[in-house]
């Protein structure tokens, strides 16, 4: 498991395996959040398969999916939400971990600068400079 940190709250990851999941919460994290549709390709672990997973260590696990490189403002304030209603570390997952990282960035729960979520990103191993001016806006 490839957990890489955007700040002390948040991980994002790569897909998981439903047993990667185990001795999350030993490690402070309360969360999950899946940001993949279900189904998405094929050999993705099932949904319910994750879910399940994820109850069994005592985790609440949310989905919240996006796709297509389109990020809904509803999305956006679920993940904000999630965040924000969360005690404890989130973990965020999808494909590369791309996409939980740029939620995050948008949802923008610590009122950071476009800058300090850029570098945050960045630090993390994801370029979202192309987002910048979504960031900028709001939008």
């Known amino acids: 498991m490839e957990l890489?940190?955007?700040d002390a709250t948040l991980a994002v990851a790569p897909q998981m395996q439903p047993?990667?999941?185990?001795?999350?919460?030993?490690?402070?994290?309360?969360?999950?959040?899946?940001?993949?549709?279900?189904g998405e390709e094929p050999g993705q672990p099932p949904l319910d398969e994750?879910?399940?997973?994820?109850?069994e260590e005592g985790l609440a696990f949310h989905h919240v999916?996006?796709?297509?490189g389109l990020f809904p403002p509803a999305a956006v304030a679920a993940f904000a939400a999630i965040r924000r209603g969360t005690q404890g570390k989130?973990?965020?997952?999808?494909?590369?971990g791309t996409r939980s990282a740029t939620l995050d960035a948008l949802a923008n729960i610590h009122g950071l600068s476009v800058e300090e979520r850029?570098?945050?990103?960045?630090?993390?191993?994801?370029?979202?400079?192309?987002?910048?001016?979504?960031?900028?806006t709001g939008d």
Do not use: H, W
């Open 50 to 55: 994750m879910r399940r997973a994820a109850q």
């Open 4 to 6: 890489r940190n955007i």
């Open 118 to 136: 850029l570098a945050n990103a960045k630090a993390a191993g994801y370029d979202l400079s192309a987002l910048a001016d979504r960031m900028a």
């Open 19 to 38: 047993e990667e999941l185990a001795g999350l919460a030993a490690q402070g994290f309360a969360a999950v959040i899946c940001n993949r549709p279900d």
């Open 65 to 68: 999916p996006v796709a297509g």
């Open 90 to 96: 989130v973990l965020a997952y999808c494909r590369t």
